[in-house]
């Protein structure tokens, strides 16, 4: 198979077997567990607007339906590849498994770039390759989501096409969407403030709280900013942030919601005027602060730096911003890592709220939508938490934390009879 020898999807299988280790699974269950129920390919032709047409290829990885309907996002990047939809396909099953909510895994990818497509032929391509899948998918089958260069527009485009292939306005085939047509505000704000929840919870047993504790976001996209913002809100202090340009520092407090506006009008945060001083995203990692929130790349903290890293807890904005080498690493020095399949599903939460409120007609206000969201954070953050102390202190919290999502989904397959 294609996929099996792509290092992305070969990591994901790593880490399942490791923790299958752990918790004794059969090699047999493992085997199961390492490939997707599903993969499809497509070929999407688009004429472009010189008249040509040029062909695109997508795909639709669902990983296991146990626990519910395959739930992933799909996005749009010319490093797509087969192997690395099927490896986010797995790791979303974990993510839906581990935050409690009845959906299993799945992915989709387009090997585009983006930016090379006008607005016509961007539209085309999401609408052909929405139409190719739209068999294997639907409101109880798999519901996609934005991801990489996708957004409220592209599902926007999703909804409408398969609308117009069965018949009616099926609002919740995918979340995400333009508040008028079903979506919530409330899914913005969700993954950066699920990071920021966690973070507190984690700050309330180091300290008791985290009124007066000083942060660092490295990454000051969606899930950054509001990532500090909340934190800021509820009392901490954020020292640094930073963006693919560079970082800022003031070691008595950034000024977050002038921070926010600089970046949102200039597209740089160093344009901030109340900043000491200019540093790197590299020195921002390894600042003098209590919290430190990764919300950019991946593998940023790496074997190398991870001894010079100050923060007691680290929230894993981003997905795979620390190498299991560092988590180690980390763990001996008595750090909290809090993993991204806890620390950032407040995207995913907030999705299967908007589509239940969905097949309820709309019901609830954004108001609830928030309350539920932070409800099940700091849920899913005791669980983890108790788990790790119960049964895995040595270990990282992301082993905690894998163990509990892959037990769920091998107590509904073995309920299910499927092994």
């Known amino acids: ?51 040509k047409i040029k062909v695109f290829f997508g795909w639709r990885s669902q990983h296991n339906s146990a626990l519910g309907p395959y739930k992933g996002g799909v996005r749009y990047h010319i490093n797509v590849s087969e192997g690395e939809v099927v490896a986010l396909s797995m790791w979303m099953t974990w993510k839906n498994s581990l935050a409690g909510i009845p959906y299993g895994g799945g992915k989709g990818g387009v090997k585009v770039n983006p930016k090379e497509l006008s607005p016509r032929e961007l539209e085309e391509l999401s609408r052909k390759y929405f139409h190719a899948i739209s068999r294997i998918v639907g409101e109880d089958v798999d519901i996609p989501a934005p991801d990489v260069y996708t957004n409220p527009q592209t599902m926007a485009w999703f909804m409408d096409e398969y609308s117009s292939i069965v018949g009616y306005n099926a609002w919740g085939v995918v979340t995400a969407k333009p508040k008028e047509l079903g979506g ?42 509001y990532a500090a913002k909340y934190l800021s809100e509820w009392g901490a202090k954020v020292v640094a942030v930073s963006d693919s340009k560079g970082a800022i520092y003031n ?14 009008e200039t597209g740089r945060v160093q344009n901030y005027k109340g900043a000491k001083k200019f540093i790197t995203n ?9 919290i430190l929130v990764p919300a950019a790349i991946e593998e940023v903290i790496t074997k190398e730096n991870a001894d010079r890293i100050k923060a007691k807890v680290i929230s894993e904005g981003a997905n795979g911003p620390t190498t299991p ?37 709309n019901w609830l206000t954004e108001e609830q939508a928030l309350e539920r969201l932070e409800h099940k954070m700091v849920e899913n953050f005791g669980r983890v938490y108790d788990e790790w102390q119960k049964r895995f202190y040595d270990h990282p919290m992301r082993t905690a934390a894998y163990a509990l999502a892959v037990e769920r989904v091998l107590k509904a397959m073995q309920l299910r009879g499927w092994i």
Request: aromatic share 4%.
């Open 251 to 264: 070691p008595e407090g950034l000024n977050v919601e002038e921070v926010i506006k600089v970046k949102q």
């Open 1 to 51: 198979m294609t996929y099996e020898n792509d290092p992305v999807y070969q990591m994901a299988v790593k880490q399942l077997r490791e923790v299958a280790a752990l918790l004794q699974i059969p090699d047999d269950v493992v085997e199961v567990l390492a490939h997707p129920e599903r993969l499809l390919r497509v070929k999407i032709p688009v004429r472009m607007d010189n008249g």
């Open 282 to 290: 590299e020195e921002l990692l390894e600042l003098p602060v209590d």
């Open 325 to 361: 080498e560092a988590d180690i690493i980390l763990r001996k020095k008595g750090a909290i890592v809090i993993p991204d399949i806890l620390a950032n599903a407040g995207g995913v939460i907030m999705s299967w709220i908007e589509w239940a409120n969905n097949r309820m007609g």
């Open 184 to 225: 919530l505000y409330a899914r913005i704000v969700s993954t950066g403030l699920g990071t920021a929840i966690v973070a507190r919870e984690a700050a309330k047993k180091v300290w008791g709280g985290v009124e007066g504790r000083t942060v660092a976001v490295q990454g000051f996209g969606n899930v950054g900013i």
